[in-house]
Each structure stands twice: as structure tokens, then as C-alpha cells.
């Protein structure tokens, strides 16, 4: 194919009970964007989503603080499903910080639960290393008499100054 693509998967959890902050419903939407050129030479590149939904559910139900801040729980899950393997029912394990770009978790508490009438909802978006831009920092030494920069690019092309010394009074002094 010589076209590129933008490809992303997602799939729900709704009214999923569990022990947390007390009893509780919630709903969790798990999202994520695969890395560019999946599936072009194997099809089995892509993950089979209800073995990420099997290892979700074991993580919650042996989650080990229950009262643990839904945000921290979600970061949590989050950071597992990018950094651990996931078994699978056909023998090999996933590891989807080396397909996916980006992965999303939305845990959405429904009213009452705890004992809360309010609904809310955490929403925790993870890059795996493998996939997070280079940096680069460099020092310009005296690039006007008097003066040292540092600055720092990432390949993003947002440039970050992170100090200059005299640049700005030698500009309104000369």
C-alpha cells in the first residue's frame, strides 16, 4: 500500500462492579493508535482486544489498594498495559508499547457508587518510551559578545529556551 494511515481501535466496559473507595459501577472506555505501517506484513500484528479486556479485568479484581484515587488507579493501569505483557489465550504475549502510539483509558464512576451521588470520571493518555520523541540540547557559547544561550529542540519542532544571560540587556543597552 502506499498510502499512509492514521489507525486507531477502541472498545467499552459498561457497568462493570468493583470493590473501590467501597462499592462501586463504573463504566471504562480503552482507546489507543497504532503505531504507522501495523498489520502490513502480518495481520496478527494487531492485538486481539478481548485479551486486553481478560488482563484489565484480573488487574482490577487484584487491584492492591482499594482506596487508592481513581486517578491513580486509572494512571496505574495505564502505565501496566504500556510497560507489562499481556498473555493471551493463543500462547504469546502482547506488548503494546511496541504497537501502539498512544493508549487511553476513560473509568467513568456512575452516581451512587461510594456512596457518591455525583458521576465522575479520570482520563489517563499514555506514550509508550519506544514512542515519545528524541531531545536534543545544545549551548550556543557567546553568540553575542557577552552572552551564553542554552536551548533545547525536540523533534516535535517546539524549541524551549532554558536560559539566556545578558541577551536581553545587551539588546536595549547597545
Known amino acids: 500500500m502506499g498510502h499512509q494511515f492514521n489507525e486507531s481501535w477502541s472498545f467499552s466496559i459498561e457497568d462493570y462492579a468493583i470493590e473501590h ?3 462501586a459501577v463504573i463504566d471504562i472506555t480503552v482507546s489507543y493508535n497504532y503505531v504507522d505501517g501495523i498489520g502490513q506484513n502480518d495481520p496478527l500484528e494487531y492485538p486481539e482486544f478481548t485479551q486486553i ?6 488487574y482490577l479484581v487484584n487491584y492492591p489498594n482499594e482506596t487508592d484515587f481513581w486517578e491513580i488507579l486509572n494512571k496505574n493501569l495505564v502505565d501496566t498495559l ?10 504469546v504475549e502482547y506488548n503494546l508499547n511496541e504497537v501502539v502510539e ?14 457518591i451521588e455525583i458521576s465522575r470520571s479520570s482520563t489517563v493518555t499514555g506514550i509508550p518510551q519506544s514512542q515519545q520523541p528524541a531531545a536534543f540540547l545544545f549551548n550556543l557559547a557567546d553568540p553575542w559578545p557577552g552572552s551564553v544561550m542554552l536551548a533545547g529542540i525536540s523533534l516535535g519542532g517546539m524549541v524551549l529556551f532554558l536560559g539566556l544571560r545578558r541577551l536581553i540587556a545587551r539588546a536595549f543597552c547597545d
Open 82 to 91: 504500556l510497560t507489562q505483557p499481556i498473555p493471551t489465550e493463543f500462547g
Open 102 to 115: 498512544s493508549l487511553t483509558v476513560v473509568i467513568d464512576v456512575e452516581p451512587g457508587s461510594s456512596e
Open 21 to 23: 473507595q467501597g462499592s
Open 53 to 58: 479486556y481478560n488482563f484489565i479485568n484480573n
